[in-house]
């Protein structure tokens, strides 16, 4: 979604952390961002937000079902977004057994 909703020339930015027992994925781009009470609706089954119904390709179940996911894995989605300026969602799950995040060489 973040390169279906930004720009080519905007930029994605990708993080990956360690939080006590939890592994955090955070997407962060720089597109029109969502207004001000539509951020939990986007997570909605079919949920389209007016102004991308007719330029952007989509059913809207995306989020639904990576919100769904990351519930059925004991973890959680979330969104942060200012609009005109962008969105960042975290994904948080759980480690398996509290194994820390390690660095693997090639």
Known sequence: NAAKY???ESGIE???AQT???VVIT???HGHGIKEGETERIFDPYARLA???DRIEGLGLGLYICRTLARALGGTLTVKSTFGVGSSFKLTLPSQEGT????KGD
Not at 100 to 103: G, K, N, Q, S
């Open 20 to 22: 006590g027992t939890d």
């Open 100 to 103: 820390p995040i390690t660095e």
């Open 14 to 16: 990708l993080s990956l």
């Open 6 to 8: 930004s720009s080519a």
């Open 27 to 29: 997407v962060t781009d």
């Open 51 to 53: 102004g991308d119904k």
